[in-house]
């Protein structure tokens, strides 16, 4: 088995982390994170680069790019600008839905734009009353003549406010089975009748999150995205690689955190010798590396079946499962090794730890990926 | 313009070990492309952009030089072709014998209105094969520029020297030494990645350069060697500034340093 990656991908990653020191250096990263701030330069940074054209069709300013080289570019950025890597993932599941199934009028106005640096397309799902239970969403559509208006709320829509466009769900009341009556729209965030509440967050503070309260919002209905009623399954056939987005750049960002552990137990001196020298230290240290070694080759295999096109339901949600646990460990393993140090402001370890945690939250939390795995994992033993 | 940039490949320097006999090895050695080479790939690559033209880079050197992946690392930075003299007899070669081969190689490509060479290579960083290159092709040239303009058929350049700037107007065909404050490199794309695979690379040996004879190393490196480890005394001085810069300049009396 040949583990290596191509010398595209080499070359790729080489010219991204020399990107990443030069227009997202840690001292810039931890500004704005303090300052509650979007990172606006670095994004850009991106896109002129080419690092938001991967995977977006050739005709729209895009780069053929497969799904393991979005993936190590995930990690990449979560190893250097984990908030970076956080917005760039979030952002795969809108592009990839409107890819897959706007207009080409849709696709002209939203793909060009976020090639050029358009912040991404924010998720308008959850509501209230509808998080994990997604489908019992309420926010409506109701379609007049040749437009549509809307009239509900949303909650944790992240870049919501700041994004040119929020891909919105909504569900048709009438409609017997929830699944087969959710619709997807694309509604500019400047339409008269929208209004933003900006939620407090322990972490993630550049990248801001919202209530979204919705008023009589009327687009044309020329803003649907693929069919009426066929929201869910469009939306469900993107989740999967968004959520192999979030995993990589998870790994990413354990990684940070166990370089800086292990920088530190070697040169923290107590008891007259380095911190790195006791075994405790040592034995947090090696179950951080074997979790960053499971992890990364959890996600490669997972980008691999996916590029083959083999089924990843089960196998996708039990790495999101793993990733989401394991990086929080070693992130808070990181901070125990780092000590006083690793709780203060002053170091890189405490915004991780604070940004990491949300991974078993969102995107799908823990329990409902045990909810996608395990039937399907005694489906398979049945049938063998 | 036809435009050919001289960029060396080396092994990275910083994956040097010292041997504990004082002897260095490059075994473990990574091989990299000169980042005193790559502005002027830059420089290059931008004044093709402006005037029109193609950028070949032109590189000499031991086989390691001719690994894929360096290949596709130039040609992602702008340039439109690679030829490489890829020869196990260039290794350790000195600077007049590189000059050498690399003024043969530039004859056999088609003609050229300039060759720019980084301020120094990567690992020996002795400036001179810019210089020696320009005299055994015949034509101006000059180092430590950094700012290129063309005008008409001739270049004006500045020069960074210790107390002023220098303006010259040089004829084309010239060879020009440039420093790394010419302009950063650019960092390739995916774009730029996938294209380099596709685009053209010349190989030859040093027999397919008809060198004349006595061309090979003129100076002969009798050893090479780490410098000496020096012990650290790890003294720590405490108290307060004003106690410990007292303290730290009687240490230093004590040592013999001031």
Redesign the interface.
């Known amino acids: 088995m040949d583990f290596r990656f191509t010398e595209e991908q080499e070359l790729l990653i080489d010219s991204l982390e020399e990107l990443l020191q030069r227009e997202a250096p840690e001292q810039l990263m931890a500004e704005l994170d303090e300052r509650h701030e979007f990172p606006y330069k670095p994004w850009q940074a991106l896109a002129d680069h080419g690092i938001l054209s991967l995977g977006i069709p050739e005709e729209y300013g895009g780069t053929p790019a497969d799904i393991q080289t979005l993936t190590l570019v995930c990690e990449t950025m979560g190893r250097h600008a984990f908030s970076l890597a956080i917005i760039y993932s979030l952002g795969i599941i809108t592009i990839r839905d409107i890819v897959q199934f706007g207009s080409p009028e849709i696709k002209e106005r939203v793909l060009t734009g976020f090639v050029q640096g358009d912040p991404p397309v924010a998720l308008g799902i959850t509501e209230p009353q509808a998080g994990s239970d997604a489908a019992a969403l309420k926010t409506r559509a109701d379609i007049d003549g040749d437009r549509v208006t809307f009239n509900g709320n949303k909650m944790y829509c992240t870049l919501a406010e700041m994004s040119k466009y929020i891909l919105l769900m909504t569900r048709d009341p009438n409609g017997e089975n929830p699944y087969e009556s959710i619709s997807m729209w694309l509604l500019p965030t400047d339409t008269p009748g929208l209004r933003y509440n900006k939620l407090a967050k322990v972490g993630w503070w550049c990248i801001p999150s919202y209530e979204v309260f919705i008023e009589n919002a009327s687009v044309p209905l020329d803003h649907l995205v693929g069919e009426i009623n066929r929201g869910w399954p469009q939306l469900m056939a993107n989740f999967e690689i968004e959520r192999l987005a979030l995993c990589a750049a998870s790994v990413g960002a354990a990684e940070a955190s166990y370089n800086d552990a292990v920088a530190y137990a070697n040169q923290r001196v107590q008891f007259g010798r380095p911190i790195g020298s006791f075994q405790a230290v040592q034995h947090i240290l090696t179950d951080m590396a074997i979790k960053i070694e499971n992890m990364k080759h959890y996600i490669y295999k997972i980008a691999w079946m996916m590029d083959n096109d083999l089924p990843v339901r089960a196998e996708h949600a039990m790495c999101k499962l793993y990733v989401a646990r394991a990086s929080c460990e070693v992130i808070d393993s990181a901070m125990q090794v780092m000590g006083g140090l690793g709780y203060t402001m002053d170091h890189r370890v405490q915004r991780l730890w604070r940004d990491i945690r949300l991974m078993r939250i969102g995107g799908g939390t823990d329990e409902i990926m045990y909810n996608i795995a395990g039937p399907q994992l005694l489906k398979r033993a049945k049938l063998a | 313009m036809n435009i050919i940039v001289c960029a060396k490949i080396t092994p990275d320097p910083s994956d040097i070990e010292a041997r504990g006999d004082g002897s260095i090895s490059l075994e473990r050695a990574e091989w990299i492309i000169g980042g005193f080479d790559l502005p002027a790939v830059e420089a290059g690559v931008r004044l093709i952009e402006a005037h029109g033209g193609t950028l070949t880079v032109l590189s000499a050197g031991p086989r390691p030089i001719a690994q894929?992946?360096l290949k596709?690392?130039l040609l992602?930075r702008g340039p439109d072709a690679l030829a490489m003299v890829v020869d196990d007899r260039l290794r350790d070669a000195d600077t007049a014998f590189t000059a050498r081969v690399l003024a043969q190689a530039a004859r056999k490509l088609d003609g050229f209105d300039l060759v720019l060479c980084g301020e120094g290579s990567a690992d020996l960083y002795f400036q001179q094969v810019g210089l020696q290159l320009g005299e055994l092709l015949g034509v101006p040239t000059l180092n430590a520029v950094n700012h290129i303009a063309l005008e008409g058929d001739t270049l004006v350049v500045e020069r960074d020297l210790e107390d002023e700037v220098e303006v010259l107007e040089v004829p084309l065909p010239a060879v020009l030494s440039v420093t790394t404050d010419i302009h950063e490199a650019r960092?390739?794309?995916?774009?730029e990645?996938?294209k380099?695979?596709k685009k053209p690379v010349t190989e030859w040996s040093l027999d397919d350069l008809d060198l004349p004879d006595g061309s090979g190393n003129q100076s002969e490196v009798l050893r090479t060697s780490a410098p000496e480890q020096a012990r650290r005394k790890q003294e720590r001085i405490e108290g307060g500034p004003d106690e410990a810069a007292k303290k730290l300049v009687e240490a230093l009396q004590r040592e013999g340093l001031i």
């Open positions: 894929s992946k596709k690392d992602s960092l390739p794309s995916m774009k990645i996938l380099a695979g």
